[in-house]
């Protein structure tokens, strides 16, 4: 703050002056495709081109591709006659969603270093990298609270349940990330997820707190984002009643509060009118059911566009600009929102220098990839908790070259948010035989395959569980549940129970006699747990979430 005002990224005058310039010179048309962000992942080059120079399209968004097809992708939108900024969802460092860059521990990672320096490193390289792969514009970081243990979907994405804690490595983030001016950072989802144990992927969630409750969690959080001087905010399919209670009769047969981004009073009123939010709003995407269940395909855009979002995520501009062209002519969106709205996205484009001139995306020398590599390691070291020690076992130094070792995968068949975090645990059987250990390894065993034998068979046992954000159910199901039954683990000090995910595993296994959290499935998340298990480094890790209950 300085004299009580948020410190958004001011715009020059001769920025202004570009903005009033490009938007006279725009048609109505022109300006619908402004506010669109379309899926570029799954695109061809030729089509990318397409959607920037014939559509005009205002933004592109990447996820789960090579930092090669990043650039790519990137240099194909550069045929627009308004720069087309590219996004991503960087939520823990660049490699997140780009393969070959770094990828940092999940959030909850981060946070449980408790040092603001380890958001504060994770961001700048991630700004680092994004923009040298093509990326202005990342949808980070998580602000919610974790404060609902069955919600499958933010645990490892959030900084955990703590509201000072949030605020803290939250704003570490925000301003790492834009200090340079290479990227814009997104605080998501507003007005709050992670108090309802649903996901907005598959219905509207309700936050339901008393305006005292949310003032006191919430409410802190998204105030220090905004005087963090944060450019965009994501609006959440998540109702807050205490803001606007209507409930929906006539919605398509949703019976409840309309979510944010269908909500002037939200959106409008309260996040840009009390809270004083300047940036641009941001949707989350069209395609989930939080969202689409109110209302048809048809009313999409304008709806999303006329309740304050000012850039609409994954929409088809074929499909929706006349769609969006025909509610203005019927009055049903207003010149007033969508001349707001372009401003705005012009806006964040001139924060992030796009606006300049034309640019290169150089890419980095590996030396310095392996730098950042390097740093992201420390922080994953810092991160480990042992939550439960009942026989002092842990760490296990009696472990000598040549041990057997048994390591058991627990995760889910199916249902994974991100694809990626399908792949099994392999960087701990690698870093296991770097030290001479001999090692079998299993996935989801199922029921009676471990038993009693184990004991004799092997010198030590690593369950390993592994329950990432998905969709449905963080809980305990399936093949990866059978695997306990029998009990053969009860009290045997050679079995070390690790979570690389979900940190409430002691709530579906509360008779653990040890438990260790790891917060996170990446690389070098899986090489730190290695280290902590045989005493080569120190389990300093603070649980960023409440494990009493």
């Known amino acids: 703050m300085i004299g009580g005002t948020p410190m958004l990224k001011p715009i020059t005058q001769q920025q202004r002056e570009k903005i009033a310039r490009y938007i006279s010179e725009m048609t109505w048309q022109d300006k619908l495709s402004q506010v669109q962000c379309i899926m570029g992942s799954f695109r061809t080059t030729e089509e990318i081109k397409e959607a920037a120079a014939k559509w005009k399209v205002g933004s592109v968004f990447i996820g789960n591709q090579t930092k090669e097809r990043f650039r790519e992708i990137a240099d194909a939108a550069k045929d627009a006659d308004v720069p087309v900024i590219i996004c991503a969802d960087l939520v823990h460092g660049a490699g997140s969603r780009m393969f070959g860059a770094t990828e940092f521990p999940h959030y909850l990672a981060c946070a449980a270093t408790d040092v603001e320096d380890s958001m504060k ?56 990330v834009q200090k340079e001016g290479l990227m814009a950072a997104t605080a998501k989802h507003f007005p709050g997820d992670g108090a309802d144990e649903r996901d907005t992927h598959i219905t509207t969630l309700i936050n339901g707190l008393s305006r005292e409750e949310w003032e006191q969690s919430y409410g802190l959080i998204w105030r220090e984002m905004i005087d963090s001087g944060v450019m965009a905010i994501m609006g959440g399919h998540i109702a807050l009643p205490f803001i606007d209670p209507q409930y929906e009769e006539e919605a398509l047969r949703y019976k409840g509060p309309r979510p944010a981004t269908l909500s002037k009073a939200i959106q409008l009123d309260f996040l840009r009118g009390e809270l004083g939010f300047d940036g641009l709003i941001v949707s989350d995407a069209l395609n989930m059911v939080g969202f689409g269940a109110h209302i048809r395909r048809e009313e999409y855009g304008w709806r999303l566009l006329e309740a304050g979002s000012d850039m609409l995520l994954w929409t088809d501009p074929v499909q929706d600009t006349p769609l969006m062209l025909e509610a203005m002519a019927n009055g049903k969106l207003t010149e007033e929102r969508v001349n707001d709205a372009v401003r705005r996205v012009l806006e964040l484009k001139a924060r992030v220098g796009l606006l300049d001139g034309e640019e290169a995306f150089p890419g980095l020398p590996e030396e310095t990839l392996a730098k950042n590599k390097d740093i992201a390691q420390r922080v994953a070291d810092r991160s480990i908790t042992i939550v439960r020690d009942v026989f002092s076992s842990l760490p296990m130094k009696g472990l000598k070259p040549g041990a057997k070792v048994l390591t058991v995968t627990a995760q889910y068949e199916e249902g994974y948010r991100n694809k990626r975090d399908e792949k099994d645990l392999v960087f701990i059987d690698e870093e296991l035989r770097k030290r001479g250990f001999q090692v079998d390894h299993l996935l989801n065993p199922g029921e009676g395959k471990l038993s009693d034998q184990m004991k004799e068979q092997y010198d030590a046992i690593f369950i390993n569980i592994k329950y990432t954000p998905r969709y449905g159910s963080v809980r305990l199901y399936g093949e990866s549940f059978h695997m306990f039954k029998g009990s053969w683990w009860v009290e045997n000090p050679k079995v070390v129970f690790t979570s690389f995910g979900d940190p409430y595993k002691l709530y579906d296994l509360p008779s653990l006699h040890n438990y260790i959290n790891v917060y996170s499935n990446c690389e070098v998340s899986q090489r730190a747990a290695v280290k902590v298990w045989l005493g080569e480094i120190e389990a300093a890790g603070k649980s960023p979430v409440n494990l009493d209950n």
């Not at 980070?140 to 349940?161: F, I, Q």
């Not at 703590?162 to 983030?173: E, G, H, N, P």
């Open 121 to 176: 490193q994770m961001g700048e390289i991630t700004a680092q990298e994004g923009r040298a792969y093509g990326v202005h514009w990342t949808f980070g970081p998580v602000v919610d609270l974790c404060l609902e243990k069955n919600n499958p979907m933010m645990h490892v994405r959030t900084a955990g349940d703590d509201t000072q804690r949030v605020r803290r490595m939250s704003k570490a983030f925000v301003e790492a």
